[in-house]
């Protein structure tokens, strides 16, 4: 109950495309959804991230949307760039579990030029 | 404002010895979170502390244990290295804990 099962586990887009990320979560007292980008030899950093009281938030070309009810969540990168290959993460948690985030297995996205 | 230092960022230890990491959260920022990373097992939570009480534990052995100090930094000690605690491990500060977190550069971990 504690997983985030993300997929898929690695995407190729050309670049101008959409480049879409799916979550999945089971706990349904998770109620905090950030999404983080990873480059090689750094740290994750936080993208964006959204609270079930929304179903969708938006971030110059990042949009995270929200289902409740199918206890889903999705990251669309729009008009996707080179520099936008990475790893990306989902993750949650709940306020009963203090800071801990329990992070899905993450993507690799590769946007060709 | 400075973000999360880790320190060192780099580290090669031999099986059997220990091992301390240290982390520094951006000022004002009560909570650390401490992450193995490895990329068969990929982010997983070692423990969190607050106001230098840990309130939370993930499913680690109890060579992994850690610390937090008033002025908020934290310290991680892995004793007892294995081969199998090869990696990277990523300190994550936030205000209260579910909130936005921000990680470090990370501890890169090599037992050999």
């Known amino acids: 109950q504690q997983q985030v099962k993300q997929s898929p586990q690695s995407l190729i887009v050309q670049k101008g495309g959409i480049s879409i990320i799916n979550c999945a979560y089971e706990n349904t007292a998770f109620d905090y959804f950030p999404w983080y980008q990873q480059f090689p030899g750094k740290g994750p950093a936080l993208l964006i991230a959204i609270r079930p009281d929304v179903s969708e938030k938006k971030e110059g070309r990042f949009t995270i949307s929200f289902n409740k009810s199918a206890k889903q969540f999705s990251l669309h990168i729009m008009d996707s760039q080179p520099g936008d290959s990475a790893t990306y993460f989902c993750a949650a948690s709940g306020d009963n579990q203090g800071g801990k985030l329990i992070f899905g297995q993450g993507t690799e996205l590769s946007v060709k030029p | 404002k400075a973000g999360v230092t880790q320190t060192p960022r780099y580290l090669i230890k031999t099986r059997g010895q220990q091992v301390t990491l240290s982390c520094s959260p951006i000022?004002?920022?009560?909570?650390v979170s401490w992450y193995q990373q490895t990329p068969g097992q990929g982010l997983q939570f070692l423990f969190e502390y607050f106001s230098e009480t840990q309130r939370n534990k993930g499913n680690f052995p109890g060579r992994f244990s850690g610390r937090q100090f008033s002025n908020s930094r934290s310290e991680m000690n892995v004793s007892t290295l294995e081969l199998g605690d090869s990696a990277l491990y990523l300190c994550?500060?936030?205000?209260?804990?579910?909130?936005?977190?921000?990680f470090g550069q990370g501890t890169r971990l090599t037992v050999v």
């Open positions: 000022s004002g920022h009560r909570s």
């Open positions: 994550a500060s936030s205000l209260k804990g579910n909130t936005e977190a921000f």
